[in-house]
């Protein structure tokens, strides 16, 4: 096969993988710093997908413009979740919080079926058949946005949590959570803002998702174990690591369904989660101990 | 008599930090010995040492003649080393009786002769009247006496106790000592504790080491220790001494 | 032995255990099909309920990935009927050695590798989606196009090759259910039941009493997955199709789980009683909505997590520990001294 395929392949993997990765970054955000493992979060994203169809649908709205009113939706869900549901289990047993989780994943789920039906949807923007030529590259104009888009946001988010008080007192909080505590941080609500935080990611990538990938509710646990498969790869805690976990399982998945049959391409990307997760289980770029 | 327990020029180094340095002492069969020393001397990281929690980078450690480090914790307790910890850690959802019985169970197969084992167990520890109640609802000094009934019930010639006092009231304190006392008095149980409370030590253990940055500063009887200048400037302080 | 499984019950419970069986036998003459099959998929999920039991409430191991044991147990036997007539009573012992030995690779790797909680959790999420995966693949098996045991029209009741109407099925699979109580109970009641129930409390607390935990959470495993590859083999037999991509679905997984949770972790009424709230209660609601003439696909999962929220918040150790206590059944004292 000529080699530009095999680069335009990659390209459009890296391209995905980075709108993977902010997906991961929201999840990886919320385990970082609550420590709740977020069994919902592809869920959520299916919430923010239907969201762009419908309007695009209704109102021939852009879901890249969407991206910001779409992420602060999720964002208000996500912290009335947090704050009113999900709190009281940050002491749980680890199955308890599970299966919170996987409740509200199947309520999500299942309400999204019965809302849209089980026929996939799509998006189909002025310039989806739209490419670009760089170099030897030829690259798809909506994954090129959609990249950049990713891009944006996750700098936006490095740039909250390094610049803010508000984000250093997240930081705060994952670090000690006691210290937090007794220096007198509303800890409740800055678990809430966090979760809110993590849910406007996958929001925002749920919108760009949509330009290149139709719907199903399905998706959505599809989705969940994807991000975690980015978060492990790259490491939790890590916010460089779920992005460059996500080009990595993008690039991945887009090499092994050229080479290998396209629907064996994520048995490769469990195998090296497996591969992570026994000898390196803190992720590539992971400094957090277990 | 020979050594139980030898310990061998033992060092242990973690990231730069040298928490046990060069630490050599041995124990003999129904000594009651105690180490002591200020906290972060290296007192429990020597007893995570000896009890196989961690590998040692440089020294050995002998048990009844064998080498026992850089071996398994649940081994070094099958070879007949019982432990406790320092914040105690009691199975939270069983009763005391099944708390013990796990112990017991250790050389006894059998239900109905771990049952037997953990019921005189219990009564030693003044805990026989609490055997149906949870862990979880016990109070601390009942929780300090299962955490020591349990590693009983595993049959030790060794016992360490990791600052069993720690947290007890006078009372409660003199009740510990007094079970400990017929306990080595009536099996022979060889036990090294580690202590803050002076109370204890001097009324318990018939010879003390003193740790003080990783290091032996002391090794004597209690009487002489407690007079010995570096020992009273690095942890007892002019007080201690009478 | 005996001692171990029917000792220290009280009166009562043998008095509720034994009605209950008998009313139980005695279904089949007098209930329709639709009882029948409703009660065979209870039994179904009691007895998965319990093996998953065997690993999360004994021991403390989540697994989210059991589906992959009973998609082995279903498929080993199931293909080697269809390719070599061999039976399933005999084909459950390869299916059981397959999921066994499987399982044992996923403890390895998980426990030498020192992976707990919901990094394990995962771990058997990634054994279960590659399985999925990987039979859509596997010709000798139907690949995606799925496995299909030949349906015929029976006179008879085949016990030995499983073939037979529903009632044949409703009583092995509540034999298997009773069998699955017995040997849980003897398990927990075991040498091994104390080790399995102390590392699933504090495993650096059992250890320092002489317990080898890796061996005994291998041991866990082991059983677990064995025992869940039983109920696989009852399934290939009984719904005759097998399709990887619902055998191994992660909702599988999360079906066999909701039982325990709901009845409760680590006791060995809980998965039964589990089963039967879940399952009686889904089906109840769908003849509610049958006659509110609702059949919009996705409702009754609905319900589903709406129940399991519930319960979570309500009854965070699931719905039997209350309930024993109130019915004077309980084995457990009371938490006052």
């Known amino acids: 096969m000529p080699f530009e395929i095999y680069l335009n392949v990659a390209a459009a993997g890296v391209l995905t993988g980075l709108v993977y990765g902010l997906m991961a970054l929201g999840l990886s955000v919320i385990f970082g710093v609550i420590r709740v493992v977020n069994f919902a979060h592809g869920e959520m994203m299916a919430i923010a997908m239907y969201i762009a169809v419908t309007l695009f649908a209704a109102f021939k709205l852009d879901p890249l413009l969407m991206m910001v009113p779409i992420a602060v939706v999720l964002f208000a869900f996500g912290y009335l979740l947090q704050a009113h549901l999900i709190n009281p289990f940050i002491n749980r047993p680890e199955h308890s919080q599970f299966m919170l989780l996987v409740g509200i994943g199947i309520i999500i789920l ?54 803010t008080l508000v984000g250093q007192a997240i930081r705060a909080c994952a670090d000690n959570y006691t210290g937090a505590l007794v220096v007198g941080l509303n800890v409740q609500q800055l678990y809430a803002l966090t979760f809110g935080l993590g849910s406007a990611c996958v929001g925002a990538a749920g919108a760009m998702i ?65 591969i992570v997760l026994l000898f390196r289980p803190q992720g590539l770029l992971g400094t957090s101990a277990r | 008599m020979s050594a139980l327990l030898d310990v061998n020029g033992v060092s242990k180094n973690f990231k730069g930090l040298r928490a046990v340095q060069d630490v050599s002492f041995s124990v003999t069969q129904g000594e009651i010995f105690a180490v002591i020393g200020p906290n972060g001397a290296g007192k429990t990281t020597l007893f995570n040492l000896i009890a196989g929690v961690f590998k040692p980078d440089q020294g050995a450690i002998a048990f009844t003649g ?88 595993t049959d030790p010639k060794l016992l360490l106790l990791d600052e069993v006092m720690a947290g007890l009231r006078p009372t409660e304190t003199d009740r510990m000592v007094r079970i400990l006392i017929e306990l080595n008095r009536t099996t022979g149980l060889t036990i090294v504790l580690i202590e803050h409370v002076m109370r204890a030590v001097m009324a318990l253990a018939q010879r003390v080491l003193v740790l003080h940055h990783g290091a032996v500063i002391a090794q004597d009887t209690p009487a002489v220790v407690v007079r010995d200048p570096a020992v009273v400037k690095s942890y007892l302080g002019t007080e201690a001494v009478h | 032995m005996t001692s171990l499984v029917f000792a220290d019950i009280p009166v009562r419970g043998w008095v509720a255990l034994i009605v209950a069986a008998v009313l139980l036998l005695l279904v089949p003459p007098f209930a329709n099909d639709y009882v029948i099959t409703v009660l065979v998929l209870i039994f179904y999920f009691a ?21 992959f044991y009973v998609g082995l147990g279903a498929y080993a036997a199931a293909a080697l009927y269809v390719h070599f007539g061999i039976g399933p009573w005999i084909g459950m012992l390869a299916g059981i050695l397959i999921s066994a030995w499987c399982g044992a690779v996923v403890g390895f790797l998980a426990f030498r590798f020192g992976v707990g909680g919901v990094y394990f959790a995962i771990l058997t999420i990634a054994f279960a989606e590659f399985a999925r995966i990987g039979f859509d693949h596997f010709r000798w098996v139907g690949g995606s196009s799925g496995l299909f045991l030949p349906v015929a029209q029976f006179k008879h009741n085949d016990l030995w090759s499983l073939r037979g109407n529903p009632t044949m099925f409703y009583y092995v699979m509540f034999g298997l259910m009773v069998a699955a109580l017995i040997v849980c109970r003897a398990l927990l009641r075991s040498r091994l039941g104390f080790y399995w129930q102390a590392i699933r409390e504090d495993e650096h607390a059992a250890r320092a009493l002489g317990i080898n935990t890796f061996r005994c ?83 009754k999962q609905v319900f589903y997590g709406v129940c399991l929220i519930i319960v979570i918040i309500l009854m965070p150790n699931g719905i039997w520990p209350p309930l024993a206590r109130a019915l004077g059944l309980t084995e457990r004292p009371e938490r006052k001294p």
């Not at chain 1, 090129?144 to 996750?154: E, R």
């Not at chain 2, 006894?108 to 049952?115: C, I, N, V």
């Not at chain 3, 007895?47 to 589906?67: C, P």
């Open chain 1, 110 to 163: 299942n309400t999204l079926l019965m809302i849209f039906g089980p026929d996939a949807k799509n998006v189909q923007t002025s310039y989806a058949f739209d490419s670009y030529q760089v170099g030897p590259l030829i690259i798809d104009a909506t994954k090129a946005y959609a990249g950049g888009a990713a891009i944006l946001v996750s700098a936006a988010l490095f740039a909250f949590f390094r610049f």
């Open chain 1, 210 to 274: 949509v330009l290149f990938i139709d719907v199903t509710p399905p998706l959505g646990p599809a989705y969940t174990l994807l991000a975690f498969l980015i978060v492990i790869t790259g490491g939790l805690g890590s916010m460089p690591g779920a992005l460059v976990g996500g080009v990595l399982i993008g690039v991945t998945e887009a090499m092994a369904g050229l080479l290998f049959t396209p629907s064996a391409k994520s048995m490769f990307s469990f195998a090296l989660l497996v």
């Open chain 2, 66 to 153: 064998a080498r026992i480090d850089g071996h398994s914790p649940d081994e070094i307790c099958r070879r007949g080393i019982g432990r406790t910890f320092q914040l105690v850690r009691p199975f939270p959802t069983l009763t005391v009786r099944d708390n013990v019985m796990v112990g017991s169970l250790l050389r006894r197969h059998e239900r109905a002769a771990a049952l037997v084992q953990t019921e005189e167990v219990l009564r030693r520890l003044d805990l026989y009247d609490k055997r149906d109640v949870l862990a979880s609802a016990l109070t601390l000094p009942d929780r300090k006496r299962l955490e020591v009934a349990r590693a009983l019930a």
């Open chain 3, 47 to 67: 007895f998965t309920g319990q093996a998953w039991n065997i690993m999360m409430g004994f021991a403390g191991q989540l697994s989210l990935g059991h589906a």
């Open chain 3, 217 to 299: 959470k291998m041991i866990a495993v082991v059983i677990s997955s064995g025992m869940t590859s039983i109920a696989g083999v009852v399934f290939a037999f009984y719904y005759n199709n097998l399709f990887p991509e619902q055998t191994f679905h992660i909702s599988k997984s999360i079906e066999i789980i909701l039982g325990p949770i709901i009845g409760g972790i680590g006791t060995l009424i809980g998965p039964i009683i589990g089963a039967f709230v879940l399952t009686g209660l889904s089906e109840g609601l769908l003849d509610v909505l049958a006659t509110l003439k609702i059949t919009v696909p996705g409702a």
